[in-house]
């Protein structure tokens, strides 16, 4: 356990010295001021021919979630193949640690600093609280926040995992991204074809829109990401495993 | 008693169809430095990483401290310290930094007091806050080495762990890796012969993952010797009855005269024949300038052993030519088993 958090930590702290994370953070935090402004503005000049309308919390917890999945892979591409590349993964996996515990320490740095940087945007319900009167609906903040925590648990262990395949980071980074495309869209055909639900029940965002966004917390959604983050890491120590075997 | 810390029994690795390492059995006690010594690919990496816990074997058991390294993995791993061949280093980290953060996952006790032991231990007390991205190589090298030794292993594996480095910084690392074999085991691989001439207590030749030869690096030198050969510079170019003379020392069973102006001499093992070599050059009227024994270096050794290996078996393979496939394959089954 101490094993974990220590590598955890450093993780998490190695973000902080490297540009290509300070670059990720800005640029998530630079859209989603760009979107908040320009629905602000958007629904201030709305207001004066349709009285009464106000902006919610969705104009900033959905565009999050997009975002999520361009960040994330950015985020995670290099945790498993940096190591891989610079042969400090031989160190790694001579020191006492276990497989599980580096990959749960790596994904554990990468997702606190993915929810780092979505506390932050907190910051976009409260300046929203003070624009409009009597002020907002404070419930899908707090699942929006929520279900975005979760998504991030599943994006950065899924991207944990992707990275241990890869000695190349921009691989890493592009695989991810793909892969969490697909996952993405995943709900889409079915939707309109009228296939099967099994394909929008793998969907990533068939459970934050219908549900998080809402204002609703349904066991079943935390269960979906909360299981996706769990074989993430269960695929990433076990790539870790076959690799001593190769 | 001596303990021994690395036990190597049958150990076998293929990677597909390539055969890294063919059963290779050798220890080494406490307190002993062994060298491995062989040409590039010929599976001293390969045994290593599995040494250190980095990779199962195929087949075969190793023990570290009488740990296994598979099945008791993390213990092995508290007990080596391992410098791969390529340094692995953070190279966004400071020195001090690193060497804290390996510590930690090593359980070191008091860690950043032992960080900046090891720091002075190599030499590197004054980089201690350098970015070991701007570090030279050799400093790298003592990076490494530092972390190797941090946690007090009881087993030391180093690969190469002087490649790369110039004269001094080599000297320098030479002696350190003496000072640390005093307490601990060392394995150390090298290709450069003289570094395991001077370093090891016990040398090992690998080639073709197989062990060809196993002895201190004086009795190997002893083995492969027929007689002593005897080095003597005269000024000015040695006449021809000098060298006549010469041979017909007791004791002296060939004299050559080489193209330098040196007198190669080959006395009978055991025999002195130095003090009348010496008289007799004077004798003939000639100035001694130089004498000395040339000992066969590991080199020439090395090279014999490689030379026999790849004659040997290029007449095995040509029996096997002989002998028909299903032998083969019957044969496999009852050395598994």
Partial sequence: MRTLWIIARREYSRYFTTPAAYLAAFLFLLVLGIIFYANIAATTMRSFMMPGSAPDISIIVNPMTTLLVFIVPALTMRLLAEEQRMGTIELLLTSPVRDAELIIGKWLGSFLFVATLILIALIYPVVLNQLVSPGIDWGPVITGFLGLLLMAATLTALGTAVSALFNNQIAAFVATLAFFLLLWLLGFPSQSMGGSNIWQYLDLSHHFYDTFARGIIDTRDIIYYLSGAALGLFAGTVIIETRRWR | ?337
């Avoid at chain 2, 008091?110 to 190589?137: C, H, N």
């Avoid at chain 2, 530092?146 to 002696?175: F, K, M, S, W, Y």
């Avoid at chain 2, 005269?257 to 040196?262: I, L, R, V």
């Fill in chain 2, 1 to 337: 008693m001596t303990q021994t810390m690395i036990a190597v029994q049958g150990l076998t690795k293929t990677y597909g169809p390539r055969v890294a390492i063919d059963h290779l059995e050798f220890s080494a006690k406490k307190g002993e430095i062994l060298g491995f010594l062989g040409p590039n690919g010929a599976g001293k990496t390969t045994t290593m990483r599995i040494l250190t816990g980095y990779m199962p074997p195929t087949t075969g058991t190793a023990r570290i401290a009488g740990f296994h390294v598979v099945d008791d993995s993390l213990e092995v791993r508290k007990r080596v310290g391992y410098l791969p061949e390529t340094v692995p280093l953070y190279n966004d980290m400071s020195v001090l930094d690193y060497l804290i953060y390996m510590g930690r996952l090593r359980r070191v006790p008091k860690v950043e007091d032992r960080a900046w032991e090891v720091l002075e231990q190599v030499g590197m007390e004054d980089r201690a806050d350098s970015f070991i991205g701007s570090l030279s190589k050799g400093m790298r090298q003592r990076v490494g080495l530092a972390q190797a030794i941090l946690h007090r292993p009881e087993v030391l594996i180093l690969d190469e762990p002087t490649i790369g480095l110039d004269p001094t910084q080599v000297v320098e690392v030479r002696n350190l890796i003496q000072e640390i074999g005093k307490e601990h085991t060392v394995l150390l691989s090298t290709h450069i012969l003289a570094e395991a001439q001077q370093l090891c207590d016990r040398v090992l030749i690998i080639n073709k993952g197989h062990i060809v030869a196993e002895d201190t690096p004086e009795n190997l030198q002893m083995r492969l010797q027929g007689g002593t050969r005897i080095l003597v510079t005269v000024q000015g170019p040695p006449q021809e009855s000098l060298l006549t003379r010469l041979r017909a020392l007791q004791g002296v069973q060939m004299v050559a005269s080489k193209e330098d102006g040196q007198i190669e001499i080959v006395a009978e093992e055991g025999s002195e024949v130095r003090p009348q070599i010496a008289r007799t050059v004077l004798e003939s009227g000639h100035n001694l300038l130089e004498m000395r024994r040339a000992a066969m270096s590991l080199e020439e050794i090395f090279l014999q052993l490689i030379g026999e290996e790849t004659a040997t078996e290029s007449i095995a393979e040509g029996e096997d030519e002989d002998e028909t496939s299903t032998e083969d394959a019957e044969a496999e089954p009852t050395e598994e088993a």
